[in-house]
């Protein structure tokens, strides 16, 4: 476990929950706002069983645990930890990246709602991820969660030297096309960035209007997320 956080009301909609933050990535994505969790240690810095003594102590108080990362399916352990999350009477919310879809397989029936990230359309999905046939990937995650029936919300996070607005469109026609209800457009925020190029992008607001106006008619729930 790479840091826990006990109390939050906007990382699984309409709970309240705590935050695991599992270590490891196997992605390098520049603009990444948790960098310091993508290596993976030897050892834990947190103490699973002290974790799950806190959330035994808010029960009543709490109404979901989110496992975020890095990358949480990256842990073997994971299935094991929802299922104790579970037991304490929690719902279990998921944040992925779609990296591993067979181990995504393995845990979506001890989840009830998955946030997860789309980083760029599939055959791109290189550019921002730094590792060849990571779209790939990507989509058999998108097919697992969508076949799954739990829900999600999809998510991308957006940065003019990163995604062009054509690129844009053309992403959101293939999440459409493969079922994706809810989208969500995140605009690139430089706090924890650690690509210095990136965190210069100039003010313009980004993407732009027609852009957005494109990407909501494609979906039946769109939102864009204000930086």
Not at 17 to 38: D, E, I, T
Not at 80 to 102: K, N, Q, S, W
Request: proline share 9%.
């Amino acid at each position: 476990m790479g840091g826990f956080t006990p109390f939050t009301a906007t990382d699984y909609p309409g709970r309240l929950a705590a935050v695991v933050f599992v270590q490891g990535c196997a992605w390098r994505c520049a603009y990444c706002h948790n960098p310091h969790l993508q290596p993976r240690p030897v050892r834990s810095a947190l103490d699973w069983g002290d974790i799950l003594v806190t959330l035994e102590r808010r029960r009543g108080l709490l109404d979901a645990v989110v496992f975020s990362g890095g990358e949480p399916t990256t842990d073997p352990c994971l299935p094991d930890a929802m299922r104790a999350v579970r037991a304490l009477g929690f719902e279990v919310g998921l944040h992925t990246a779609c990296i591993y879809p067979d181990r995504l397989r393995a845990v979506l029936p001890l989840t009830d709602w998955v946030g997860f990230d789309i980083k760029a359309p599939f055959d791109d999905y290189a550019s921002v991820t730094g590792v060849p046939g990571s779209g790939t990937v990507a989509r058999a995650c998108v097919e697992a969660i969508i076949a799954s029936g739990v829900p999600s919300e999809c998510r991308t996070t957006v940065h003019p030297d990163l995604l062009s607005p054509q690129a844009l469109l053309r992403m959101g026609g293939e999440l459409a096309a493969l079922g994706v209800v809810h989208y969500v457009i995140q605009q690139f925020r430089p706090q924890g960035c650690a690509d210095a190029r990136l965190r210069l992008a100039t003010g313009v607001p980004y993407p732009p209007e027609d852009t957005v106006a494109g990407l909501r008619r494609r979906f039946p729930s769109f939102l864009l997320r204000h930086a």
